[in-house]
């Protein structure tokens, strides 16, 4: 196994004894056997993958609308109606499907009464994350203008072509206020008092939302209810909405990680009505942050934390690990809802995703729960994404936390800058699975051992997911190891290559990062690939994230 430093000497010191293909990127050692193997079998297909998976999440907190996505119609910083335009553009280019909002937390303590109509009349209320916030950030941070409200962000999910999807209140507001919410997004034109608001505000078209978030975390900030005492609230906040004629998509706060208990006592208090129940239950929301890095220490939030720029390989592995856990969530929950659900009509909505980690990396300092993403991030963006892929008849919608200054963000901005993460950089990678075919894929790699305080532990090798669509297929693939090259034999099972190029992202320095100063310090490169006797024989670096776009005979 060829070690990192050994890896990156030889690429420094020339390419003797190496094969270095015309088309390569780095060299590789002429004798060199694949030590994995990835194969594709086309009689297996799982499913398709909803565009959804590759879903966004704003909520107003810290920096991602104020200074994040909102600038202002008067500002000096390119926008469009007083939206950052630079964000759209990237937004478009990743084929952005879906965008939550408001909230997370802040959902179940906004009134959406108060960001309609004229801008200068709307009120300004204290955010809810405003005991959290320093007394350093902007007052907007802290005191909500609600210069972003409905038509804002639709008019916003509408320029980069998302849809929608609002988390109403279920803590704070009445079912009455979310039926007018309802009413005001989707009420035809001239119908009701509120679709004449909307129109005044230049909106005389519905919105036509159609996915909805009955609460959000509802057994924490969303109102510390107890299962039962939510299933109760669900039933009557959903008892009845104005459809216009469109089908809703409601989707239940879920539990926190491997809560399992929550979801059966909730789905059994929501059956006790009786089985038709069910029905209103368009997605079961799952919320997972990876956040642990104490390497099995502590079980304390703060203490348990870990620094978004500061690691060594353990922290990396660690990390993986936390976020490798979504896949044994995602069959868990889904085998819980299997027991209340036996034809699988309600999927699994992975709403809030992420790493999360202590404060002190902020690229705008003060930023609430800002952090800047490295390639660590992106490592394990692509892994998490990975697993989706691969249980696309359980997935319908997942939100990665958060879009645009906030945690596990795509997009850093503040005032007239901008950079694109290595995170947003995974979702330009690996959007054409958006809607493809999910193909069943074997990969096989020498399992990775590392020292876990003096305790051994393991990772996996190499993983990834397939997708077709027509004649194109797409194969992404992560490489754990900070230190080991894999050299991988691909094999097609049932089709054949005509021609194929290897998207991927690594670098020297696992902490890499894009910064204001350096926006393109960490980007992916592509190269073509040739078949060598037939088989394709691809490079995979330490530390990597790669995307095979392979076109089919
Ligand atoms: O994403 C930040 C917060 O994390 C959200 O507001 C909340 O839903 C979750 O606990």
């Not at 005191?143 to 109403?168: M, Q, R, S, W």
């Not at 979310?178 to 919105?207: H, M």
């Not at 075919?437 to 996996?460: E, Q």
């Amino acid at each position: 196994m060829m070690q990192r430093r050994e890896f990156l000497k030889k690429g420094m010191v020339g390419t003797a004894g190496l094969m270095l293909s015309p088309k390569s990127a780095w060299p590789m050692p002429a004798s060199r056997t694949a030590d994995s193997r990835i194969e594709v079998l086309f009689d297996e297909p799982i499913g398709t993958i909803s565009p959804n998976i590759y879903g966004h999440f704003a909520e107003n907190l810290g920096g991602v609308l104020y200074d994040g996505i909102w600038v202002g119609e008067n500002s000096r910083v390119p926008n469009i109606d007083g939206l950052r335009k630079e964000l759209i553009e990237h937004m478009r280019k990743i084929k952005a499907p879906v965008i939550r909002y408001p909230g997370g937390c802040f959902a179940d303590s906004y009134d959406w009464r108060d960001g309609i109509g004229p801008a200068d009349k709307r009120p300004r209320r204290t955010n809810f994350w405003a005991n959290a916030e320093s007394e350093k950030v902007p007052p907007n941070h802290r005191y909500d203008p609600n210069a972003v409200g409905t038509n804002e962000f639709v008019h916003f999910c509408k320029l980069i072509g998302a849809e929608p999807y609002l988390a109403a209140n279920v803590r704070s507001l009445s079912a009455e206020a979310f039926q007018q919410w309802v009413e005001y997004c989707n009420s035809p034109a001239g119908s009701t008092t509120l679709a004449d608001t909307r129109a005044a505000a230049g909106y005389a078209e519905p919105f036509r939302v159609k996915y909805w978030g009955v609460g959000n975390e509802s057994w924490g900030c969303g109102g510390e209810f107890t299962a039962q005492e939510y299933a109760v609230e669900f039933r009557r906040f959903t008892a009845w909405l104005p459809s216009f004629g469109d089908n809703l998509s409601l989707i239940a706060s879920g539990p926190n990680t491997d809560d399992w208990t929550w979801t059966r006592e909730f789905l059994t208090e929501l059956g006790r009505k009786g089985p038709g129940q069910l029905r209103r239950i368009y997605g079961m929301a799952l919320h997972h942050y990876a956040w642990n890095l104490s390497r099995g220490k502590t079980q304390n939030w703060e203490a348990g934390k870990g620094d978004a720029l500061k690691f060594d390989d353990v922290d990396w592995y660690e990390l993986l690990r936390e976020g490798d856990r979504m896949e044994g969530l995602v069959t868990g929950h889904w085998q819980v809802l299997s027991e209340f659900d036996r034809e699988h009509r309600v999927k699994l909505v992975v709403d809030e995703w992420g790493p999360w980690y202590r404060p002190g990396s902020e690229a705008t300092p003060g930023n609430l729960l800002e952090q800047i993403p490295t390639l660590r991030d992106a490592v394990f963006s692509g892994m998490t994404l990975d697993i989706f892929n691969r249980q696309p008849e359980k997935i319908a919608m997942a939100n990665c936390a958060q879009l645009i200054n906030c945690l596990n963000n795509l997009y850093l901005a503040h005032e007239d800058r901008f950079v694109v993460t290595p995170v947003g950089r995974v979702f330009e990678l690996y959007a054409s699975h958006q809607g493809g075919n999910a193909l069943r894929t074997i990969f096989s790699a020498p399992t990775l051992h590392y020292d876990r305080d003096g305790k051994p532990a393991t990772f996996w090798g190499l993983r990834g997911s397939t997708s077709v669509r027509d004649k194109n297929l797409t194969i992404t693939v992560v490489n754990p190891s900070t230190s080991d090259l894999r050299l991988a034999e691909v094999v097609l099972r049932g089709a054949t290559v005509k021609s194929a190029t290897l998207s991927w992202m690594s670098d020297p320095d696992i902490h890499a990062h894009n910064t204001f100063e350096r926006r393109e310090a960490l980007m992916p490169q592509t190269k073509s690939l040739s078949l060598s006797g037939g088989a394709l024989m691809v490079e995979f670096p330490p530390a990597c994230v790669a995307a095979m776009n392979i076109q089919l005979s």
